[in-house]
């Protein structure tokens, strides 16, 4: 594969999502306002944060809203990543996946290409609502968002990564609605994005807390909330990267037709 066949393969898929995007302003208000409803209404009830101890790098005078940045940032990238998994169902369907791995390049390049996009897309959603979070002036600084950046891709391109895995086994797009209940509420609410899991197991509940530690959501919220205070969360950040890796070759997998992956899920 030529560097210059390769280059506009990405930016041909890439240009497709943007596109797409820029004709449903709809879906770039519906990102911002699901993050920004959950600060207002969530943290209403907290002036302060609550005694955090060293679960986090915050100091407990500070607004409870910072608390819950990350993990709403990475929301955004939650819901960005399910909903490019079901345009990539739609895409099947249609048979535009097909046609696009059936293109002269390598399936595995193709499928990253789409990966990259969807990560950059919500990589974009994610920063608009740290800015208006910075506009808001809750104590994040331009500064802070910044440093957070670099782990913000690592945590939406782990997040595209399960999108396409979620692509591969969802027959029909009437499945669709179910699979996101069962992946996006578990998966962010047994997280670390509104409180610390530590609570979970000092409250009793240790076999939430234990679940949530395996969640890799968790992971990347807590890289994030580290990075934004330029602490490196190491565990954290292998985690995601590991899950990131895994991830995408279980859709390559997935969508190897040697392997009959992609028609098992249509069902024949």
């Given at each position: 594969?030529?560097?210059?066949?390769?280059?506009?393969?990405?930016?041909?898929?890439?240009?497709r999502e943007i596109?797409?995007?820029?004709?449903?302003?709809?879906?770039?208000?519906?990102?911002?306002?699901?993050?920004?409803?959950?600060?207002?209404?969530?943290?209403?009830?907290?002036?302060?944060?609550?005694?955090?101890?060293?679960?986090?790098?915050?100091?407990?005078?500070?607004?409870?809203?910072?608390?819950?940045?990350?993990?709403?940032?990475?929301?955004?990238?939650?819901?960005?990543?399910?909903?490019?998994?079901?345009?990539?169902?739609?895409?099947?369907?249609?048979?535009?996946?097909?046609?696009?791995?059936?293109?002269?390049?390598?399936?595995?390049?193709?499928?990253?290409?789409?990966?990259?996009?969807?990560?950059?897309?919500?990589?974009?959603?994610?920063?608009?609502?740290?800015?208006?979070?910075?506009?808001?002036g809750i104590g994040?600084?331009?500064?802070?968002?910044?440093?957070s950046l670099p782990?913000?891709?690592?945590?939406?391109?782990?997040?595209?990564?399960?999108?396409?895995?979620?692509?591969?086994?969802?027959?029909?797009?009437?499945?669709?609605?179910?699979?996101?209940?069962?992946?996006?509420?578990?998966?962010?609410?047994?997280?670390?994005?509104?409180?610390?899991?530590?609570?979970?197991?000092?409250?009793?509940?240790?076999?939430?807390?234990?679940?949530?530690?395996?969640?890799?959501?968790?992971?990347?919220?807590?890289?994030?909330?580290?990075?934004?205070?330029?602490?490196?969360?190491?565990?954290?950040?292998?985690?995601?990267?590991?899950?990131?890796?895994?991830?995408?070759?279980?859709?390559?997998?997935?969508?190897?037709?040697?392997?009959?992956?992609?028609?098992?899920?249509?069902?024949?």
């Amino acid at each position: 594969m030529k560097l210059m066949h390769g280059w506009l393969a990405l930016e041909a898929i890439t240009g497709r999502e943007i596109h797409k995007f820029v004709r449903q302003p709809g879906r770039l208000a519906s990102s911002l306002v699901r993050p920004l409803l959950w600060m207002v209404v969530f943290a209403a009830g907290f002036r302060q944060m609550p005694d955090l101890g060293e679960v986090v790098p915050f100091d407990p005078n500070l607004d409870y809203r910072l608390y819950m940045v990350p993990g709403l940032a990475l929301m955004v990238c939650l819901f960005n990543g399910m909903q490019s998994s079901l345009a990539m169902v739609y895409d099947r369907e249609m048979g535009v996946m097909r046609l696009l791995l059936t293109a002269p390049l390598p399936r595995n390049y193709l499928l990253a290409c789409k990966l990259a996009s969807g990560a950059f897309l919500s990589l974009l959603q994610a920063l608009a609502y740290l800015i208006i979070v910075v506009l808001w002036g809750i104590g994040l600084s331009p500064s802070q968002v910044l440093m957070s950046l670099p782990v913000l891709l690592l945590g939406a391109l782990m997040i595209s990564a399960f999108g396409l895995v979620l692509s591969v086994y969802i027959r029909q797009l009437e499945n669709f609605a179910g699979t996101m209940n069962f992946v996006i509420f578990p998966m962010f609410f047994l997280s670390s994005a509104l409180y610390p899991i530590q609570r979970m197991a000092d409250a009793g509940a240790v076999w939430i807390y234990r679940v949530a530690m395996f969640n890799p959501f968790t992971h990347a919220v807590e890289a994030m909330r580290h990075a934004l205070y330029g602490e490196l969360a190491v565990l954290s950040l292998v985690v995601v990267i590991l899950s990131t890796i895994v991830f995408y070759l279980i859709a390559a997998a997935g969508y190897d037709p040697q392997r009959g992956l992609v028609r098992n899920a249509r069902g024949g």
